[in-house]
């Protein structure tokens, strides 16, 4: 398999830091030991350092939500690569569209953010999606462009591999509202093409693309199996141990 699945976990802005462990320790003693999908948690930055313990030698990584591109300075309230990487972080949710709605985050944030990441060697799971209104008024994939190429600018072709990019559809995030297998797939095939644009065609296969928006145990099995579609990015269904472990075993039927 050329591209092994990847099931992150974004739990947002929930849980403290005990909650955290709790659920931390469940998902570690159910797939702990899980090789072939590739597994990562992103917690609260409050709760990195403890769940950080939880997973060391496990085979679930640790990821977090954002992070400022600078890498220290007068920047209250925020967060730099290196005091990730300190807490063995190996992900990074960059541009997720919380960000962008909430935070007024731009493409060009976001891609300092990214460059910043990766010069960390942290993995990068760079955000894209439309809003309701643009696929209603036929923009997705102009959108997705936009956001794609804005968010890599500067990207090597050396670099792309570690970045991982999740296709979120803006409409579909904790609406319970799921993006159709076809919507899904023609989006990631549109993404994976414009990869291949970028940086050829070899690279392009290796880059892991996720879905993510309202993926749950139920719609996950036919989500993973399409060709393009590379794993998720979790939000809801994954602040419960059952439900994570369920599309992680999803992820790994579809593998096969
Ligand atoms: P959801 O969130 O699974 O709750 O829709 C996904 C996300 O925002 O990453």
Redesign the pocket.
């Known amino acids: 398999m050329l591209r092994k699945k990847l099931i992150a976990g974004?739990w947002?802005m929930n849980k403290t830091a005990s909650e955290s462990s709790t659920l931390a320790q469940e998902i570690v003693a159910a797939v702990g030991k899980q090789t072939d999908v590739e597994i990562v948690i992103c917690p609260p930055f409050t709760s990195l350092e403890s769940v950080g313990k939880i997973v060391d030698g496990s085979n679930v990584k640790l990821g977090a939500q954002n992070m400022h591109p600078e890498a220290n300075g007068a920047y209250t309230g925020e967060i730099a690569a290196p005091m990730l990487r300190s807490l063995f972080a190996t992900h990074v949710i960059l541009g997720?569209?919380?960000r962008r709605t909430y935070f007024g985050e731009t493409d060009a944030f976001i891609n300092k953010k990214t460059l910043a990441a990766l010069k960390n060697q942290l993995r990068p799971i760079l955000?894209v999606g439309e809003t309701l209104a643009e696929r209603e008024g036929g923009s997705t994939l102009k959108v997705v462009q936009t956001q794609l190429e804005g968010g890599l600018e500067g990207v090597s072709k050396d670099q792309i591999t570690s970045v991982v990019i999740?296709y979120?559809p803006v409409w579909?995030?904790?609406?319970g509202k799921v993006a159709t297998t076809e919507q899904a797939q023609e989006v990631h095939a549109f993404i994976r093409s414009l990869l291949a644009k970028m940086y050829g065609d070899a690279a392009a296969q290796k880059v892991r693309i996720l879905y993510?928006?309202?993926?749950k145990p139920a719609n996950a099995p036919e989500l993973l199996t399409q060709k393009d579609i590379d794993g998720g990015?979790?939000?809801?269904?994954?602040l419960e141990a059952r439900s994570f472990v369920e599309l992680i075993t999803a992820a790994s039927a579809a593998s096969k």
């Open positions: 974004n947002k997720h569209s919380e955000c999740a979120e579909a995030i904790g609406t993510g928006g309202s993926m990015l979790i939000g809801g269904a994954s």
